[in-house]
């Protein structure tokens, strides 16, 4: 399918596990975005990547790691899960981070029990 | 930090009204603004990209202002649906590719 799609789209885990939230995009957008969201926050940055093997820490990264080996791909891992981490997380795309919009996936809710 | 606001949190219009949604941004250093919107349960659509050099941008029924200096953007939707019914959100982009949202306003268009 063409786009960006999140799997899976509904999570549920136990404190202290590590969970991998997928990410794919089939535009070949150099720039990918993971983002939570949170009642009362709206969305907040978590990471970026500018492009493969490139990427940098957002608003609120601590507890997540990320990695990009191939353009098409930005997974987000949580090492240890806890409570906090409950949320619903989006990835975005765009082909440029100055003049271009960002395109968003239908998102994952993650639930940390 | 850069803070983005928008005011307000709720609103609900009567079909065919012409409505302005407000953005306000506490940090003038940004280098675009850009407008989604949010079905419930869904992902965001973009509706429109304002660069930090322009002053609007129009898209069909909807038109959106930048006024950098001021910190404000409005989202203007003219003749209003029940179709627009859902969250609008505005979001910078500020230096070192940091992107930073507001809470959305929740529309509803009655029939």
């Known amino acids: 399918d063409a786009g960006i799609t999140q799997s899976p789209r509904y999570k549920i885990t136990e404190t202290g596990r590590q969970v991998t939230l997928m990410c794919h995009q089939t535009?070949?957008?150099?720039?990918m975005f993971w983002y939570r969201q949170d009642l009362g926050h709206g969305l907040r940055l978590i990471y970026y990547s500018a492009a493969a093997d490139i990427t940098d820490k957002g608003e609120v990264s601590d507890g997540y790691v990320v990695s990009r080996s191939k353009t098409e791909n930005f997974p987000l891992t949580l090492e240890s899960a806890t409570r906090s981490q409950t949320s619903v997380y989006f990835c975005?795309?765009?082909?440029?981070?100055?003049?271009?919009?960002?395109?968003f996936g239908p998102g994952t809710r993650l639930t940390v029990t | 930090k850069q803070e983005v606001t928008q005011i307000p949190a709720a609103l609900s219009v009567p079909e065919g009204e012409n409505l302005v949604l407000n953005c306000s941004f506490t940090?003038?250093?940004?280098?675009?603004l850009q407008w989604f919107r949010q079905d419930p349960g869904k992902g965001l659509t973009s509706l429109l990209l304002i660069q930090s050099s322009q002053r609007e941008q129009t898209s069909g029924r909807l038109n959106a202002s930048l006024d950098k200096s001021s910190g404000r953007s409005t989202l203007y939707i003219a003749a209003s649906q029940p179709g627009d019914s859902a969250t609008y959100l505005c979001?910078?982009?500020?230096?070192?590719?940091?992107?930073?949202f507001g809470t959305g306003t929740s529309l509803t268009v009655i029939p």
């Open positions: 535009w070949s957008h150099s720039y």
């Open positions: 975005a795309s765009s082909d440029d981070a100055f003049f271009y919009e960002q395109y």
């Open positions: 979001a910078v982009r500020a230096t070192g590719n940091q992107f930073y």
């Open positions: 940090d003038s250093a940004i280098y675009n």
